[in-house]
């Protein structure tokens, strides 16, 4: 699913990443830990097209995303990975369902099978019915699935998240972490995630550390250590 080999990054005279190898598997719900300035958001970005590497390969879904530019990239960033941060970035003036069509209009599709997908998210997600409801009138822990269901509208290959529960309580942090795996369970869906949580990078398939602009440990979590939230994605 996700290749990348040598990649090394440099801002000014302070290289960031020096010389990273890594392989993620489709389905896999991978974490990246490490402390502040380790490097982990660049990786991520760069894995995620956002940023270009110094040096090394990067390949995302078979396509080798170093040879891509212009539209192109933006076309495949588009129809081949999702995003999510750690603040929802929602946009205010649009509802809950609008704001996960976006992604599908922008991708060419019809406006009814963009609702359509968009629909099935939400329903999944246990927001149905808060569907028509714009940001400021959803909790924290609704508007970051509803970012979640963005970014899945368009199938993507993978999902990158930096920091997804950062700005949640306990409670919905869990509900959130649990409907990772949910999504993984149901569509396959392979997930990135850069965090600082231990709760989550303990219950990820395989935790990646990060030290240094190096990767010093890749583990596999062989046993799920937290216990699943409840069901019903509440609030």
């Known amino acids: 699913m996700i290749e990348i080999k040598n990649i090394t990054k440099s801002f000014g005279s302070l290289q960031v990443l020096k010389g990273i190898d890594l ?29 270009k590497a110094d040096t090394g390969t990067v390949v995302v879904d078979g396509v080798s995303v170093n040879e891509l530019s212009g539209k192109k990239l933006s ?20 509802t ?9 209009f922008i991708a060419g599709k019809s406006r ?12 999944f ?15 924290g822990g609704e508007k970051q699935r509803v970012a979640v269901a963005r970014a899945l509208v368009n199938n993507p290959a993978v ?6 529960s950062g700005s949640l309580d306990t409670k919905n942090k869990a509900e959130l972490h649990q409907l990772f795996f949910d999504l993984r369970d149901k569509f396959g869906q392979t997930f990135v995630i850069v965090t600082h949580d231990e709760g989550l990078s303990q219950i990820t398939d395989r935790c990646i550390h990060l030290k240094d602009g190096v990767i010093y440990n890749n583990e596999e979590n062989t046993v799920r250590t937290e216990e699943p939230a409840e069901s019903g994605l509440e609030g």
């Open 75 to 94: 076309d495949f960033r588009n129809q081949h990975i999702g995003f999510v941060f750690q603040f929802h970035q929602l946009l205010p003036e649009f």
């Open 112 to 123: 009814k099978e963009a609702k359509a997908r968009a629909e099935e998210l939400l329903e």
């Open 23 to 51: 392989h993620i598997d489709k389905g896999e719900v991978v974490s990246i830990v490490g402390p502040s300035g380790a490097g982990k958001t660049t990786l991520l970005q760069i894995m995620g097209t956002l940023d």
């Open 125 to 139: 997600m246990g927001l149905a019915d808060r569907a028509s409801h714009k940001p400021a009138e959803l909790s």
């Open 159 to 164: 999902i990158f998240a930096d920091e997804p």
């Open 96 to 104: 809950a369902l609008e704001n996960v069509m976006i992604p599908a």
